[in-house]
């Protein structure tokens, strides 16, 4: 129904459709497309369609600047001075009415409908009208070779790459994905390697391992230690690094009576190189920890004091950006992580899950198995909307995520002892209250701040013109 309505509109005004090539704005004039339309020869030889589309103009682009930027404003659906301007000089825009413009994509003919008031029309035939503009292309402009047209489409492709990567707002994103991605990697191999430690290390020293029941620990005393024979001139060491005294001796005493075999110098060097490798991840591993708290911290603030900051990054590397994540309602972040028990259930008709990544939170860890479904509920709906507040803030803070985390609390303390607590309203009107505090505080902060720079350079002119009069 569609189409035909957009047929007979075509039929009774003059249509022109815009083309945008990599070097420049081109416009053609189409008469009788329909009948044309069943001629197979149109799609291979370029006289027999250039019999009813005519180049009725061409703007080449200036520069490469000017290239990206027009691109730039036709990807976002806006409408550029120069196509502005290009339409205005070559569209007898006198008649209006009788003018239909042709426009592949669907933003920019909505935005030259608003901004220029004509008629555009982006489906019918011009979608097959432009794809064979396209092929004949260089049968229309003269003097561009298929070389130049390369070469211009691949530094367009490239610039506009480079340019979308550039202005990429999930970028700051990105950096907490690959960061938490890569800390679950971490725990994964630093794990893989205290077990293969354990067992090799075991036949040394067997003791070791029912006193150490932490894998990083463990690692780290085994590349302090070496030989077990030196545990009691080490003691201070492992008292440092164990933090416990009585951890320490129950060591020293178990080296002495040691059930274990005696390890050739050459067994203990790459045992030593091995645990060496692995306290260097354990290492970095909590580097890496403190790099993804800042950066949650300062994209993500709520939504971190709400859930920590290990299950916040899953939660927004699962989803891919914050702002899908943002997007997303309550309940899909309930179950998300859990899609494929999700599937499953549906399929064979059991109960759903409750919960996916957020039963990592403490709070679904606190709950009572009879209240862990209702508390994810509640916990869900709470990230959501911290995740909306980091994402849709100017200068986000961590004000409403902390009392968020409030709210939680006393609804795990109600589900736990029956009192009940305060309303969404109350709590969102006390948090409204701490906001605008924090704002006034900043204020402040920024008055006083700039007051001193002020103060420093009325010293520092005082103290230049003082030495200038003693020159003097």
């Known amino acids: 129904m569609e189409e035909k309505e957009v047929k007979s509109q075509q039929s009774t005004q003059r249509l022109f459709v815009l083309y945008e090539h990599a070097s420049g704005y081109a416009l053609f004039r189409v008469k009788g497309f329909d009948e044309i339309n069943k001629d197979p020869r149109a799609a291979l030889e370029a006289s027999v369609f250039g019999s009813v589309v005519r180049l009725q103009a061409f703007s080449p682009f200036l520069s490469s600047v000017n290239a990206i930027d027009n691109t730039n404003c036709v990807s976002e659906g806006v409408v550029h001075d120069d196509l502005k301007v290009f339409l205005e000089s070559n569209l007898p825009l006198e008649k209006k009415s009788k003018v239909a413009l042709g426009v592949v994509d669907g933003k920019l003919g909505a935005a030259i409908i608003e901004g220029m008031g004509i008629n555009c029309i982006t489906a019918g035939s011009v979608p097959e009208i432009a794809r064979l503009i396209k092929r004949h292309f260089q049968f229309f402009v003269k003097g561009l070779t ?73 690692i780290k005393l085994v590349n302090l230690i070496k030989d077990r024979s030196n545990c009691a001139q080490l003691q201070a060491e492992i008292t440092e690094l164990l933090g416990d005294e009585a951890l320490t001796d129950q060591i020293t005493v178990a080296a002495k009576t040691s059930m274990g075999m005696e390890i050739s110098p050459v067994d203990l060097l790459n045992i030593e190189a091995f645990s060496q490798k692995a306290t260097m991840l354990v290492d970095y591993r909590a580097v890496l920890y403190e790099y993804l ?131 969404n309203e109350e709590f969102m009107e006390e948090a409204l209250q701490e906001l605008k505090e924090f704002e006034d505080l900043e204020k402040e902060a920024k008055r006083k701040k700039k007051e001193k720079k002020r103060l420093k350079k009325e010293k520092e002119a005082l103290l230049k013109e003082e030495a200038e009069q003693m020159v003097a």
């Open 146 to 218: 298929t070389k130049s047209e390369m070469k211009a489409t691949l530094g367009l492709s490239h610039s506009f790459s480079r340019c979308k990567v550039k202005f990429n707002v999930n970028r700051a994103d990105n950096m907490i994905i690959q960061s938490v991605n890569l800390l679950d990697q971490l725990d994964k191999d630093i794990n893989m390697f205290s077990m293969r430690i354990r067992e090799w290390y075991s036949y040394h020293f067997p003791e070791l391992v029912k006193i150490i029941n932490d894998n990083r620990l463990y």
């Open 293 to 423: 708290c800042k950066k949650m911290s300062m994209i993500a603030p709520n939504l971190c004091s709400l859930v920590g900051e290990i299950v916040g990054a899953r939660l927004i590397s699962h989803a891919g950006s914050l702002i899908n994540l943002a997007k997303y309602p309550a309940s899909t972040i309930q179950i998300l992580g859990a899609e494929k028990a999700l599937f499953r259930a549906l399929k064979t008709k059991t109960a759903t899950p409750k919960y996916g990544l957020i039963f990592h939170s403490t709070f679904i860890g606190r709950a009572e198995m009879k209240d862990k479904g209702k508390m994810s509920r509640y916990l869900a709906n709470k990230c959501a909307i911290a995740a909306r507040i980091d994402c849709f803030s100017e200068k986000p803070n961590m004000v409403i995520g902390t009392k968020l985390r409030v709210m939680v609390e006393d609804r795990l303390s109600y589900y736990k002892t029956g009192v009940v607590p305060k309303t």
